[in-house]
């Protein structure tokens, strides 16, 4: 006992009488002290949940004094400690353990008796009890008592240093711990950050993440891990936070849009519009100035607006009328007005339906023709055909109804917007020509090819441009004519009919039907193409000669017309060697010809490739695209799917009232075959080019990893800039690549006053789903080769 140091000696008193009183004053004060000591270090109060009463209220005002101090917790305070503005929120367990650490650096800038709510409350109980009990057990002791409180407050102190000291060690063997809190609570925040974003971009359509996921799972991991598209998840704060400001950075430093100053305007079309090349040409006999002449750079500026320019009217009633202001061109209608092609009626441009051979309209015309000849059979055995001179395609449009897919062109020439106007109307259609080079298509693929008064000289030069029909259309298929020289006897009509007669016959096709619509007053010519080199072998005369065999005749890039024949396919396994199945099951049973012993796109046997390829994209398009991602559907109807494999992205869509433009790059494997093969169709195309479309003419862009093959060749800010070309004001693009091309391209649609509306990432790959703004920059440039 250290008694002495109070031994002061009361000269009233005795000094026994006044030890013993100190003593049992001392020994009270020192209990209490011990009995307060051991309450603060081992037991946490618990605050009820309520936040009621002063004790509420202190800790609330502590709370906002204190900057992340954290207080120790037992196993029971999980739900008490919700009442606090700090609280980690719905953390995995693991991740909330650490919070009892206490910051060792703000209790030593504090004073050491400094505590969390409920130690403070303790510590003036104590107090008030001590006091109590000195006086109690001798008031005129006060002095002494107090003097023993203050030493006993030392004590206190003492403790409490020592409990501070372990704390403080207890902190620096858990550092690494609370590092990797941190980090899980950032990430949690970042999951519901990135919940609430995607909810805004989907309008508020978005279901569950299991029920709505962009990357499929489960059974798909094999092919994922084949074509680098694999299941996603939400993106972190800290990538979203970097992408913000590299974007940030690259709007002040990089991609300086201009609107291109060219002399077709808003109409331009960069490989058809290259006058500087056209002017050129050494001679334009065979339709070469209306054949592609691409610039040697793609321009990487924007196209401008039509000044009031509106969003598209929805199918199917844009079959029947558009938007003046969209194509304000009236020199088709002024000149085809009375055949039905088009009329100018008030804010609008009306189609009635008709054309230069049915002017009564198109449906009357496409049952004629099924009458004619009922093995054309619409819809089950014919169903991709190709149109060539299709005007405003309204045969085209028509035959929607029918389940056919008609591949329309024409070129853009005299016929003001021709193409432009078909595809403003939701029908598929690509400006090109009959001229000196193949069609950007593979050989055998349609299944009819129609020709009405398409103004193609096919009877001149050994029948070239017919042989090129001969090379596309499937054995078995038929080319339907309908043209004067079939029932007119005008001299030129009759010389015309004599030499196709001629040249039909020698290149072996039948003449299977004619007839004469006494409706319309027109008649058509059915020819069919052979199913064997039988009437090859036999002719007389070797012309027009059979193509040699190193002649392929699915390469159509850039390739010039040959007047030859190429044989037909005789081995059973061989594509061409047989008809396709009818519509819908050609859609989804694998072609014939793909055998087990070819290696398919992904690295599995070529049929097992091409239905994990089917199966993976029904799960994207089902789980994802439909219903994750707030698109309106029934806004979309022209489709175009940029890097094409086996067109199971398009088959995905078949319910819905859309079409897509399945695109198969020349640089990637030459799958379109396939495509054709299920009923569906498309174009090789180089994306180091513009494409032969108007602009504005697509709803929605699908390019899965195209964007990073293209990088390797050229530049991403003239593929972006044709983009923004060919898609509508409010169109949408959705990407699919790696997560540098996601990064950039979003930081360069956000440059252009896009709207991203989603973005994801996980592994390496990322998902981008973007919307085009009506924005056009203020400055121009002037491109010389697009100035007439």
């Not at 002449?293 to 607006?305: K, R």
Request: aromatic residues 8%.
């Amino acid at each position: 006992m250290a008694i002495g140091k109070y031994s002061r000696v009361d000269g009233r008193r005795s000094a026994s009488g006044y030890c013993s009183t100190v003593t049992i004053v001392v020994l009270v004060a020192l209990c209490l002290v011990g009995v307060w000591v051991m309450t603060s270090s081992s037991v946490a109060p618990v605050l009820n949940g309520g936040g009621e009463g002063d004790v509420a209220q202190e800790s609330k005002n502590e709370v906002k004094e204190q900057s992340e101090v954290k207080e120790p917790a037992s196993e029971n305070d999980n739900s008490n400690g919700r009442q606090f503005e700090d609280n980690p929120g719905d953390l995995p367990e693991d991740a909330t353990k650490g919070d009892s650490n206490v910051n060792s650096e703000e209790k030593s800038e504090e004073s050491s008796t400094e505590k969390s709510v409920e130690d403070t409350k303790t510590e003036d109980e104590g107090k008030k009890t001590e006091e109590e009990g000195a006086n109690t057990e001798n008031v005129e002791q006060n002095s002494e008592a107090t003097e023993s409180n203050k030493d006993g407050g030392e004590s206190t102190k003492e403790s409490d240093s020592d409990e501070s000291e372990k704390k403080d060690e207890t902190d620096d063997s858990n550092k690494s711990t609370d590092n990797n809190i941190e980090e899980k609570v950032e990430q949690s925040d970042n999951k519901e950050s990135d919940d609430n974003s995607s909810e805004k971009n989907t309008d508020d359509n978005a279901k569950d993440q299991s029920s709505t996921e962009v990357y499929p799972s489960g059974g798909q991991s094999e092919l994922l891990n084949e074509n680098s598209t694999q299941t996603g998840s939400f993106s972190t704060q800290a990538t979203e936070s970097k992408n913000e400001k590299e974007s940030q950075e690259s709007s002040k430093t990089g991609y300086n849009w201009k609107v291109c100053n060219v002399t077709a305007g808003p109409d331009f079309i960069p490989c058809l519009d290259n006058w500087k090349a056209i002017r050129s040409l050494r001679s334009t006999k065979h339709y070469e100035h209306r054949e592609r002449h691409c610039p040697e750079e793609p321009p990487t500026c924007l196209v401008s607006l039509p000044e009031g320019y509106k969003r598209s009217i929805e199918w199917p009633k844009s079959r029947d009328k558009i938007w003046y202001y969209n194509v304000p061109h009236t020199k088709l209608a002024e000149v085809k007005g009375h055949q039905n092609w088009v009329k100018v009626t008030g804010e609008y441009l009306t189609f009635p339906g008709g054309g230069t051979q049915f002017k009564h309209g198109a449906l009357h015309y496409i049952d004629f023709i099924q009458e004619t000849l009922a093995d054309i059979a619409w819809g089950k055995r014919t169903r991709v055909i190709l149109d060539v001179g299709c005007g405003v395609a309204s045969f085209g449009g028509f035959l929607f109804d029918r389940d056919v897919l008609a591949m329309s062109l024409a070129p853009k020439d005299e016929h003001e917007a021709q193409v432009q106007f078909a595809l403003e109307r939701g029908i598929p259609a690509i400006s090109a020509v009959m001229g000196t080079k193949r069609l950007p298509f593979p050989g055998r693929v349609f299944d009819a090819v129609h020709c009405a008064r398409c103004r193609v000289p096919w009877h001149i030069e050994g029948g070239k441009l017919l042989l090129e029909l001969n090379r596309v259309l499937r054995p078995g298929g038929y080319f339907i004519w309908s043209a004067t020289p079939i029932y007119q006897k005008l001299p030129e009509d009759v010389e015309i009919w004599n030499e196709m007669k001629a040249l039909t016959k020698s290149i072996c096709w039948e003449l299977v039907a004619i007839s004469k619509d006494q409706v319309n007053g027109v008649g058509v010519a059915i020819y069919k193409k052979p199913l064997s080199n039988e009437c090859y072998e036999k002719r007389l005369k070797n012309e027009p000669p059979l193509c040699p065999q190193s002649d392929d005749p699915n390469a159509a890039w850039y390739i010039k017309l040959q007047a030859c024949i190429h044989k037909v396919p005789v081995s059973s396994s061989e594509r061409g060697s047989q008809w396709p199945e009818k519509w819908p099951a050609r859609l989804t049973n694998v072609p014939y010809w793909l055998s087990s012993s070819q290696v398919g796109v992904y690295g599995k046997p070529a049929p097992e490739d091409f239905a994990a390829d089917d199966k993976h994209w029904k799960n994207v398009v089902s789980k994802s695209y439909l219903d994750g991602m707030g698109i309106k559907w029934s806004n979309v109807r022209n489709v175009m799917d940029m890097n094409s494999i086996y067109g199971g992205f398009a088959a995905a869509l078949k319910d819905l009232k859309i079409w897509v433009m399945n695109v198969v790059s020349i640089e990637s494997a030459d799958t379109l075959p396939i495509i054709y093969e299920r009923g569906l169709f498309g174009i090789y195309h180089d994306w180091c080019e513009s494409f032969s479309t108007y602009p504005r003419s697509y709803d929605l862009l699908h390019a899965d990893h195209l964007f990073s093959k293209v990088k390797k060749r050229c530049s991403l800010a003239s593929l972006l800039a044709e983009v923004d070309r060919i898609l509508r004001p409010e169109g949408k693009l959705i990407v699919r690549d790696t997560v540098e091309i996601i990064n950039e391209l979003e930081s360069m649609v956000k440059s252009m006053q896009w709207e991203v509306r989603m973005t994801y990432s996980k592994d390496k790959e990322g998902l981008l789903c973007v919307q085009k703004s009506k924005w056009r920059p203020k400055e121009t440039e002037t491109l010389q080769y697009a100035i007439v």
